[in-house]
């Protein structure tokens, strides 16, 4: 069975042979910047132009990465079935062993953004795109399930004082319900952002 850091290795490697931009998210992000949570799985927004679709389909492949079909049995990774999950879900999802992967398709302009801004962090021995604090603040007060917010008070907590808070509230104002604007601006107070 291939590990977690294996397969994050793998991907990474994957996308940057078919030089397509993303950004890993999920609770592995949510590490860099707060406490630590183990996970399952790996979330990571990717630009994948129509052109790259069977380039990556063939980089998955070679991963040993399989799809559910239609009538659910374990298929090799298809470039035609990876379009129509973007268009229809706006991720991709694959596993690799007992892994789920979600390579999520940007919809929304704060994931153009999340791109736009993904940085280089340590992995293992290499390095790999990570979505910023800020980013994950956002998409995770979007999503708003109970671990989401606890990732968001960790990340607080652990980043406090070095958050970019002019950019958490111009994109909260783009982004969120006014009930979860007011949460990230109590969540400010509460940690002592200013």
Known sequence: MTDLAQIIEGLADALSRVQIPHAFGGALAASYWGIVRTTQDVDCLVALPALSYQRLADELQALGCQQHDESGQWQPVDALRMRQQATQRHLIECYLDAVRIELFVPVVPLQDEILRRAVLMPFGQRQIWVTTAE??????????????????????????GQLDLDYLRRWSTMTHADSTQRELEDLIEEYGGG
């Open 135 to 160: 980013d994950m603040i956002l998409i995770k007060l979007a999503f708003h399930r109970a671990k989401d917010l606890q990732d968001v008070r960790g990340m607080f907590w652990v980043q406090r």
